[in-house]
């Protein structure tokens, strides 16, 4: 069965009376070209394991198991899994769990099959993100720091280009501070509305972010610097002595004199900092913070 052919997607749409779903972001990829360029991108070796979010009908789920010592596909829409159960029929290196993304232990899952002797190489996170979700599975990834070798995941163009923009840009924010600390960004590929049936509002881009195994910012307390990076952006026409106070929760004399010691002006905004000074920012917060709890 050819999974991503459009009559096949139609087929399978009216066999199981099955109205893809706008909220849960359901527009499922009809282009083999795009499905290789994924699994390239990821590095997928027969050794290895891989773990998608979202699986859909399984076009790229099917792909990927041709690649991959195991796959566990994670989808959250129940009337899914009597199709994916035809649709991976074939593969016995496949599980699917019903459930939803930001709630599993990746990290467990991961575990699980390792001392199942499932694979024995490296770990791979790929998907085509729901959209409506694509942040919140982003920072669950970064910020649980989930034991993968390679995180391979399309996203709306935008999300994309925000991710890998440089400080000063008007669409740097929290979100590509945060990847560009954990991960190097590679661009894999752009990906037009007409590879998808139904077909998306907006463009595509598929990112491989590649864990640091070494951090180029190595910070005291990884969690303060999310926190200041957050507050930071929560209101990016604010100068950092006012993001940080109001939505950071502390008073603006402690704020400027945290400013002052990091060598930032206060007045400057979040978008103009770069990680590096984000770190310095973050590490003097966190020597506040020890300084009045000891
Ligand atoms: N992988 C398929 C493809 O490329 O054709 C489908 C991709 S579609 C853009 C996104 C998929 O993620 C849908 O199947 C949707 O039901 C699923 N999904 C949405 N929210 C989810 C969540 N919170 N956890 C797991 N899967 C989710």
């Known amino acids: 069965m050819d999974l991503s052919s459009p009559g096949t997607v139609r087929a399978i749409r009216e066999k199981y009376g099955l109205q893809p779903s706008k909220g849960l972001g359901q527009n499922f990829i009809t282009d083999r070209n795009v499905l290789e360029r994924i699994v390239g991108g990821a590095g997928i070796d027969s050794e290895d394991m891989v773990i998608e979010i979202g699986p859909g009908?399984?076009?790229?789920?099917?792909?990927?198991?041709?690649?991959?010592?195991?796959?566990?596909?994670?989808?959250?829409?129940?009337?899914?899994?009597?199709?994916?159960?035809?649709?991976?029929?074939?593969?016995?290196?496949?599980?699917?769990?019903?459930?939803?993304?930001?709630?599993?232990?990746?990290?467990?899952?991961?575990?699980?099959s390792k001392a199942e002797g499932q694979f024995t190489g490296k770990v791979h996170i790929v998907g085509n993100l729901p959209y409506y979700i694509t942040t919140p599975i982003i920072m669950k990834l970064l910020e649980e720091q989930v034991p993968a070798d390679s995180i391979t995941v399309m996203m709306q163009k935008e999300v994309a280009d925000r991710i890998s923009s440089a400080p000063g840009s008007r669409i740097y924010g929290a979100i590509s501070v945060a990847v560009q600390y954990y991960c190097s960004v590679t661009k894999i590929t752009d990906v037009p509305k007409e590879a998808f049936v139904p077909r998306p509002k907006v463009a595509s881009t598929v990112l491989r972010l590649q864990p640091l195994g070494e951090k180029q910012v190595p910070v005291k307390d990884e969690k303060m610097l999310l926190r200041c990076v957050k507050a930071g952006f929560a209101q990016r026409r604010k100068t950092l002595l006012n993001s940080l106070s109001s939505a950071g929760g502390t008073d603006k004399d402690t704020v400027r004199r945290i400013l002052e010691a990091a060598d930032i002006d206060p007045g400057r905004r979040a978008e103009t900092l770069t990680i590096e000074e984000f770190g310095r920012i973050a590490d003097k917060f966190s020597d506040e913070h020890n300084q009045r709890n000891s």
């Open 57 to 112: 009908i399984g076009v790229l789920t099917a792909e990927l198991a041709e690649h991959a010592a195991c796959v566990t596909a994670v989808e959250i829409d129940g009337r899914l899994m009597p199709v994916l159960e035809e649709t991976l029929a074939e593969y016995d290196n496949v599980r699917v769990l019903n459930a939803d993304i930001l709630q599993v232990d990746i990290g467990q899952i991961i575990n699980e």
